[in-house]
């Protein structure tokens, strides 16, 4: 097998991208097989989402800004490529939920808004007395009989009742997927929380007896936080992994339109005009652009309807001295039943300290999600004066920032809705029949956090050698 070289094609160099190539080309070497792994990537840039800016002593994330610790994926990698020692957690502090005007402290003990305290969940003013007793029938309710996949919205709703999801629940799930929680599958987003149901018939009950008692701590601001990210800013990561990856195995500003079986080889066309020749390929780009380059094949047309939602990040800069009244906090999130444009807000100087010179203040806020995306489509000045007039709602901004960077994410959160597993199962039993060798990975598919993408990629690299393998006979010998 050694004196025949296996050729893989990788395309689209974001997270999912680069972490397939690098962990490939690493098998490759250590096991000792001859493989060229191609990362083709559209833009002059690797990371896809993951941009950081650098500016007068401020690190501001243009996408995502941290990861969950627990999934592990993310913080192996970045250890793995050196950055251990720049790996820090947030720091923790109380969070709000605006609703209809008013601020309120998330409730101690909720975890994705669910209860696992009942005292905080009592004493809040998040819900109404009627709002509180409908929750606490979750305690009572059956099970669901549902089979199969039902929305978030579903299922949210019949065990604790509309004011939890619309209060509480919606907010938060809105700051990950941007998206309408009435439509959101709930097997490919939170398939936990229906396990939790099947298994203790109460959420309540459930997430209670699930969580581990450290965690009572961590509202009030004792335990380390739950994400983790570098302090040199995440592009700092996608840059260490690019580094180790094999010279010359990487082409920038170069896409590719469109993907061609013939016999046991994969023809892959760039926009160049130039063609690669593949014996396999991972597919890590958005659907949308999947979509594109199988054309050819009608098999995933079942994506064609899979929405995606715009969002933009604002980043504003300030003196301390221009806040006259602030929160004491690391941010909040919108309810839908408040007058707001954003939809959520953090106070990056609390939340990661790293990131803000002394005596300067760092807000992050976020516009547009499902169904109210048109202010992504506004100029700078339009949306900072919008998230000005909402931010002073509750604080007391007295001068424009220093500088501000707005980055807007056009169709950049896929929006997993009801079915969507199954759909993702379907395409890949089709693919293993009709593109044998070609694989799927990245955020529209199976996750689309830092470390799920990261997964993805690791699993897309199993499936190439296991192939590789299996059919090292088939394969042509090149050299
Ligand atoms: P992408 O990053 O979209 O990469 C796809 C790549 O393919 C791009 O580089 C693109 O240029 C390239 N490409 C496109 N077309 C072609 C073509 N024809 N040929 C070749 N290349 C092509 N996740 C978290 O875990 N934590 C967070 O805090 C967080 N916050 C987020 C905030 C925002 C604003 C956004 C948008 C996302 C956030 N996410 C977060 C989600 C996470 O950032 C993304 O899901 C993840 O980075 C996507 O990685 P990917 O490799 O799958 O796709």
């Not at 689209?12 to 990537?41: D, F, H, M, N, P």
């Not at 023809?267 to 659907?287: F, M, R, Y």
């Amino acid at each position: 097998m050694s004196n025949v070289k296996r050729r893989t094609v990788v395309i689209g160099g974001g997270i999912t991208g680069v972490t397939t190539a690098y962990y490939l080309q690493k098998e490759a070497r250590e096991k000792g097989i001859s493989l060229a792994c191609t990362l083709i990537e559209s833009s002059n840039h690797l990371g896809g989402k993951i941009q950081t800016a650098e500016r007068d002593g401020f690190v501001v994330e243009k996408g995502p800004d941290s990861f969950l610790e627990r999934k592990r994926s993310a913080s192996r990698l970045a250890t793995e490529v050196g950055l251990g020692d720049k790996l820090v957690n947030n720091s923790t502090g109380q969070s709000f939920v605006q609703v209809k005007g008013n601020l309120h402290p998330m409730p101690g003990g909720s975890i994705m808004g669910i209860p696992t305290q009942i005292a905080p969940f009592v004493t809040t003013g998040l819900f109404s007395p009627f709002g509180k007793i409908r929750a606490a029938a979750d305690f009572v309710l059956p099970k669901s009989k549902v089979v199969g996949d039902q929305s978030l919205g579903q299922f949210f709703r019949r065990r604790l009742g509309d004011e939890v999801v619309e209060n509480l629940i919606e907010p938060l799930l809105s700051g990950i997927y941007a998206g309408d929680i009435d439509k959101l599958s709930l097997l490919s987003t939170f398939p936990q929380f229906y396990q939790v149901e099947q298994k203790h018939g109460s959420l309540i009950v459930g997430m209670k007896s699930m969580t581990p008692r450290k965690a009572k701590n961590a509202e009030k601001g004792k335990a380390k936080g739950m994400f983790l990210t570098v302090s040199t800013g995440l592009q700092s990561l996608v840059e260490a992994v690019e580094e180790k990856l094999d010279t010359g195995s990487v082409l920038k500003n170069t896409s590719v339109i469109k993907l061609e079986k013939v016999n046991d080889e994969y023809i892959v066309h760039l926009s160049n005009g130039e063609q690669i020749i593949a014996d396999t390929v991972v597919l890590t780009t958005p659907h949308e652009i999947t979509q594109n380059i199988l054309a050819d094949y009608s098999f995933f047309d079942q994506f064609k309807n899979m929405p995606s939602t715009s969002v933009a990040t604002v980043a504003l800069a300030f003196p301390q001295s221009a806040i006259n009244k602030d929160i004491d906090g690391t941010g909040f999130v919108v309810s839908r039943n408040s007058d707001y444009t954003i939809t959520a807000c953090t106070w990056t100087h609390k939340k990661w300290p790293h990131t803000t010179p002394k005596g300067k203040i760092l807000l992050r806020c976020y516009v547009g999600r499902a169904g109210d995306e048109a202010i992504v489509d506004q100029t700078d000045d339009e949306i900072i004066k919008v998230v000005l007039e909402d931010l002073n709602k509750t604080m007391n901004i007295t001068s424009d920032p220093e500088f501000s960077i707005i980055t807007r994410w056009k169709k950049s959160m896929p929006q997993y809705t009801v079915g969507h597993k199954e759909r993702v199962e379907n395409v890949k039993e089709v693919m293993e029949k009709e593109l044998p060798g070609v694989f799927l990975a990245g955020s529209s598919f199976e996750g689309l956090g830092i470390p799920d993408c990261i997964d993805q990629g690791e699993e897309a690299v199993k499936k190439v050698l296991e192939y590789i393998q299996t059919h090292s006979k088939e394969l042509v010998e090149v050299n």
